[in-house]
Nanobody
Framework: QVQLVESGGGLVQAGGSLRLSCAAS????????MGWFRQAPGEERYFVAS????????YYADSVKGRFTISRDNAKNTMYLQMNILKPEDTAVYYC????????????????????WGQGTQVTVSS
């Protein structure tokens, strides 16, 4: 099993920045891809970004491309999401996820296929 714990959420004004972290523990050697999803109030959960084990491959939703950057530090078993130029529509609960399959492109992958999920961290962007 793998446990994921997110941190770094909070309240920020539009145009500001936040960095989310996701710390993994347990059978971390089994993880290949990691990523982020988000869920706004009253909406479904959507893909945000994902990254391969080495970090060589990254994928983003069109809505965050150019503003968000995903990265990971395998020595620390931690993944990050640097969020810049935040907009009110970025307000959501952000979930960390990890998967053991050798596929880091989660843009069209069913969420049900992702192996592990964190509890989520709230990000609120005020206008």
């Amino acid at each position: 099993q793998v446990q994921l714990v997110e941190s770094g959420g909070g309240l920020v004004q539009a145009g500001g920045s936040l960095r989310l972290s996701c710390a993994a523990s347990g059978r971390t050697f089994s993880i290949y891809a990691m990523g982020w999803f988000r869920q706004a109030p009253g909406e479904e959960r959507y893909f945000v970004a994902s990254i391969s084990r080495s970090g060589a491959y990254t994928y983003y939703a069109d809505s965050v491309k150019g503003r968000f950057t995903i990265s990971r530090d395998n020595a620390k078993n931690t993944m990050y999401l640097q969020m810049n130029i935040l907009k009110p529509e970025d307000t959501a609960v952000y979930y960390c996820a990890a998967d053991t399959d050798f596929n880091a492109d989660w843009r069209s992958q069913p969420q049900s296929s992702v192996d592990y999920w964190g509890q989520g961290t709230q990000v609120t962007v005020s206008s």
